[in-house]
């Protein structure tokens, strides 16, 4: 069914008259009867009947004309759902229970008037192909793993690094260390089962674990946050690594222990990537809100994998000495 003929129709029937319709519609009348014929023949029944003095709606017309005025409030949310600025914006942030998830209830906390869509796509590829093609408008990844560069049209911008914790039971050597360095856990087993090869977090901590020594054990089945809580509570030599900002909870019993990581202390490069051409207004917002509270990452007393850190400008040649 076309809707333009059935919104010409409505516009006559309001209208009272196919030459005022004509006006308000900006055609001329022989267009306004022309949109209806079509309509008529493709409902298979006459809406007006003509007379000298102009056009009335027939009892079909007035069944339809409800149906029709629904029609076109339908066409105009159907078309606002998706209007940059009246649709939410959709954010993959991997998973809840992350640190930028709570930069996302952040920002919503500073704009309540704002729409969020919150979902979490596993890897990077379908991350950055959602971003893409717009099936989502920003994503939180750490950029540029080996092998993953970013497509042309999508940009990326640094927006929380994360630093890291050792996280133990209470009778673990360095359960009782107020901090500790990364090479002290060289030839230590840190245990991650929920690294899966080829993600950017995997190749995150595998970098790691080849700058330290240490070895990053994902053997064993994944069954979620409190295995993994009892698991590292009853071992003397199991531990993990987690943020500051991971939302754990645990039974007071196994007085579990987060140990910062010092000289240098490792963090998790967080950006926010987007396609450059995404119009969305609250889009803009959160890149504002983000990149205000980034204070930019020390030149000094920390690490992250070389694929992680910013390129560096060229130096200018030396000119030659006669």
């Known amino acids: ?3 333009t003929a059935v919104r010409t129709f409505v516009t006559a029937v309001d209208a009272g008259q196919f030459q005022e319709a004509a006006t308000n519609l900006s ?24 007379t000298a003095r102009g056009a009335r709606l027939t009892i079909d017309g007035q069944a339809f004309l409800p149906y029709a005025r629904a029609l076109l409030q339908a066409e105009e949310r159907a078309a606002a759902s998706v ?9 993959d942030v991997i998973r809840y229970r992350v640190s930028v998830a709570g930069l996302l209830r952040d920002f919503h906390r500073a704009n309540p008037e704002t729409e969020l869509d919150v979902l979490t796509l596993f890897d990077f590829d379908t ?5 893409r093609s717009g099936t989502i408008d920003a994503t939180f990844r750490a950029v540029s793993m080996p ?10 911008t640094p927006v929380f690094d994360e630093p890291l914790y050792l996280f133990t039971g209470p009778a673990h050597e360095f359960a009782g260390a107020r901090a500790i360095a990364p090479a002290q856990l060289a030839g230590r087993r840190i245990w991650m089962p929920g690294n899966m090869p080829g993600t950017e977090w995997a190749a995150y901590y595998d970098e790691l674990a080849a700058t330290f020594g240490l070895t990053i054990d994902a053997v064993g089945p994944n069954f979620g946050v409190e295995h993994l809580l009892d698991t590292i ?7 993990t690594f987690v943020s500051e900002q991971t939302p754990l909870v645990w039974p007071a ?17 967080h950006s926010l990537i987007w396609r450059t051409d995404n119009p969305h207004p609250a889009l803009a917002a959160l890149r504002h809100h983000l990149t205000s509270a980034y204070p ?18 060229a130096r200018p040649a030396q000119p030659e000495h006669a």
């Open 1 to 3: 069914m076309d809707l």
């Open 253 to 269: 019993g196994h007085d579990l222990r987060r140990i910062p990581l010092q000289e240098p202390t490792p963090v998790y490069p």
């Open 296 to 313: 930019g990452r020390a030149n000094n007393g920390i690490w992250t994998p070389k694929w992680a850190q910013p390129a560096q400008p």
């Open 83 to 91: 209007r940059p600025g009246r649709r939410a914006l959709r954010v």
């Open 233 to 239: 509570a009853n071992s003397t030599t199991l531990a």
């Open 147 to 156: 092998g993953r560069q970013l497509p042309d049209g999508i940009e990326a």
């Open 27 to 50: 055609i001329t009348p022989q267009a306004v009867s022309k949109r209806i014929a079509v309509l008529e023949k493709d409902l298979g029944v006459q809406l007006f009947s003509r």
């Open 127 to 131: 991350a950055i192909a959602a971003v």
